[in-house]
């Protein structure tokens, strides 16, 4: 079996090392030049379900330098004014586990690590053009004249995928009238000043009149500014960071990740074809009432780390006839950051389809049916998350209305104050916000037993 993953994406890469572990033939086209292009640099949450989809596909070594190189855990999440007034603030439960935890991970880094054992996998400069099935094999052609052949061709091309609007053309993507601002600063003596302490260590998110909000995070990793690491560290982790091959292809250094939305209505009509300072602006001008902080995050704010985000969402899917193409992640159900759980559903899709290949691999069952069940998991739970992170993005929130919004805002700021100083009702509150969501356990443990690497 042969399989042809089209993307190098966390989705698709997290698929190649279980397959690659599993002994199944898999090439991964990447249509990246090289494997530092790109603007990666930005904050994800990995959740448990990641961790769990994470910890089973990558080998023992891997998963745990995943570990050592995430940012430090943060302490509190934290709801602001846009003068910077504590509206509820939760401490977050330390936790050592490796697995059963969330982890704030810098996306560039994410991408180093899971390109670390795949230099034989992974071919970079493959712009994907367009595929032809004939029989039971599938062949997938590049911008640069090659083609690949394969028994399975999987889409782990983001929420753009080509391949998704070549098979699937009544999949549907719409915007959810949200525009974001997102940029990054270093930390450093002055900018380490400009937040609270509890915001420093924590997810902060500022909410404000007409809709607008701001979520801040503070990363904050186990190497300096030169790539080394950071004294006091010792132990296996500072073993793990010091000979991990990808430290010497990461950009990441501590920084402060901030990213600034609304309703599009409130925002440049040219606001996506804006960079860099032009961003920065626009940030400093629809925010003049905000606390001059947060104004001079945005001031110190680098330009070259600054872009406009407009946030689409899929639009849910009936199923559809299997065949040896599927998708995983964006690539057949981008949904808003308004969950935090993208990339790791993306996982979940990379552990259950690994899964399905696994039992073709030792013949239990034959590929069309695997991928069958694959995919009717995959449109359940998926389209599930799509729906809930839509409703936490999307323009047509009451808090976005000139006169409702200031009347849902003050509600929504009376009720969290309120249980600010209850702390009985806090603890509920952070708990079921912490509290295990998605995947079964059992779905996302996957015994790999390993076999030579098919050719």
């Not at 902060?204 to 186990?222: D, K, W, Y």
Request: charge should be neutral; proline fraction near 6%; glycine fraction near 10%.
């Amino acid at each position: 079996m042969k399989v042809l993953v089209i993307g190098g994406g966390t989705g698709g890469l997290a698929l190649a090392h279980g397959l690659k572990r599993a002994g199944i033939g898999v090439t991964v086209f990447e249509r990246d030049a090289v494997r530092t292009d790109g603007l990666h640099g930005y904050r994800v949450g990995i959740d448990p379900d990641g961790s769990r989809a994470l910890h089973a596909l990558l080998p023992k070594d891997l998963y745990d330098t995943f570990v050592a190189t995430k940012a430090r855990d943060p302490k509190y999440f934290n709801m602001l004014t846009e003068d910077l007034k504590e509206v509820l603030s939760m401490e977050i439960p330390a936790s050592t586990d490796p697995v059963e935890s969330e982890k704030s991970i810098s996306r560039m880094t994410l991408r180093q690590v899971l390109l670390t054992g795949l230099d034989d996998i992974v071919e970079f400069g493959k712009e994907f053009t367009r595929f032809e099935q004939h029989g039971e094999q599938v062949t997938a052609y590049f911008a640069d004249g090659t083609s690949a052949t394969g028994d399975l061709l999987v889409a782990a091309d983001g929420s753009g995928s080509r391949v998704r609007r070549q098979y699937l053309p009544q999949a549907k993507t719409e915007e959810t009238g949200i525009v974001a601002i997102a940029g990054k600063l270093p930390i450093t003596a002055e900018s380490a000043k400009l937040v609270p302490p509890k915001v420093f260590e924590g997810i902060s998110i500022v909410t404000a009149p007409r809709g607008f909000a701001c979520i801040l995070h503070v990363m904050e990793f186990q190497w300096d500014r030169d790539g080394h690491v950071k004294s006091g560290i010792g132990g296996n982790t500072e073993e793990l960071i010091r000979r991990w091959p990808g430290l010497q292809f990461d950009n990441t250094r501590d920084y402060i990740n901030w990213g600034l939305s609304a309703t599009r209505d409130k925002l440049p009509a040219n606001i996506m074809e804006l960079r860099g300072r032009e961003l920065i602006k626009v940030a400093l001008d629809v925010t003049p009432g905000w606390h001059p902080n947060l104004r001079r995050l945005f001031e110190l704010t680098d330009p070259g780390t600054c872009f406009p985000v407009n946030i689409w969402t899929s639009v849910p899917l009936d199923p559809w006839k299997t065949t040896n193409v599927t998708l995983l992640g964006d690539a057949i159900h981008t949904m808003t950051p308004g969950r935090g759980v993208g990339a790791n559903t993306a996982l979940r899709d990379a552990v259950n389809l690994c899964r399905a290949l696994i039992d073709v691999r030792d013949g239990r069952r034959e590929l069309i049916p695997a991928v069958n069940e694959y995919e009717a998991k995959m449109i359940e739970y998926g389209f599930d998350a799509v729906i809930k992170s839509r409703a936490q993005m999307t323009s047509t929130d009451p808090v976005h209305k000139p006169v409702v919004g200031r009347v849902a805002l003050a509600g929504m700021r009376t009720a969290m104050r309120t249980v600010n100083h209850l702390p009985p009702v806090k603890r509920r509150m952070r708990d079921s916000m912490l509290a295990y969501r998605g995947a079964d356990r059992a779905e996302l443990t996957l015994e790999i037993t390993p076999r030579p690497a098919a050719r």
